[in-house]
DNA sequence: ATCGTGCTTGACGTGAGCGTCAACGTCAAG
DNA sequence: CTTGACGTTGACGCTCACGTCAAGCACGAT
């Protein structure tokens, strides 16, 4: 029941609409390791699942060194208490940066809001 | 009842945390346009409001001068009915991108909260 | 056998967002 | 009158996240 489907470097960059550059440079950070077929990179279900947490993190403005250690967490899974509790650690750091991210989006959508009620009210009065 | 308290670049960049230097690439890009006595920078309360609008925008992750558009939407109050319509169109895509936003953000706190639990219970098992 | 298609590895270029001098003006304090 | 604190304008440098060649390999189809 393992999910062995795999897929090119092509298929990949389309499938996330990034370019294959992206994808190469995103390896060389050690974000991804495809496996290789003679040369050619054959991705699995796996980088995907790092492919998609990489791009949300590039949209929350992350620098991918950050992604990468954010990465390095899901598979540590290191099992001695002294990294478990290093782990733990480094999660609060990122949830209390997320919150923080999570206050900035919601002032931002209210003040939106704002604006575009004075707006529509603007249009009423001109008609 | 007018604020006319002004503040000089130094206090600016200790009060928001930047460099003066940033004060200044945010005045090249004109995001700020504090005044002039004789050749020194005179910031007001506006220029506060606005440097603490693209700070946020910043943290989220948007362009500069996408924060300038946005800046600019405040500004405008422009009256005629063709550009609000034109404002209105780009408010609702602003808050498309930052519903956008809200979801990444929602998401990776879900997940690292589940990280969490996961190495609570590793660390558990360990004791 | 030569083509096109898809992949590979360098290596240099680019734009954003500042950092970091360098060189100079201005003004109150000693 | 010099010193020091604070300000000014260039101008060049740097990091990040890729873009953009260039040159070449491997393959199946014509």
Redesign the pocket.
């Known amino acids: 029941m393992t999910d062995d489907t795999t897929w ?4 990949m960059a389309d499938d996330f609409d ?5 994808l ?3 390896e060389q ?1 050690g974000l991804l390791s495809p496996e290789r077929e ?4 054959i991705y699995s279900r796996r980088e995907r699942t790092r492919l998609a947490l990489i791009l949300r993190g ?1 949209r929350l403005g992350f ?3 950050e992604v990468a250690t954010i990465l390095d967490m899901y598979d540590d899974q290191p099992g001695e208490a002294g990294q478990l509790r290093y782990l733990l650690s480094q999660i609060g750091e990122r949830r209390a940066e997320l919150q923080r991210r999570l206050r900035d989006v919601q002032d931002g959508l209210r003040e939106l809001e704002e604006l575009e009620k004075r707006c529509e009210e603007d249009l009423e009065r001109l008609a």
Chains 1, 2 share one sequence.
């Open positions: 090119t470097i092509a298929q990034v370019t294959h550059r992206a190469r440079h995103y950070l003679g040369q050619r990179r590039r620098p991918l060194e």
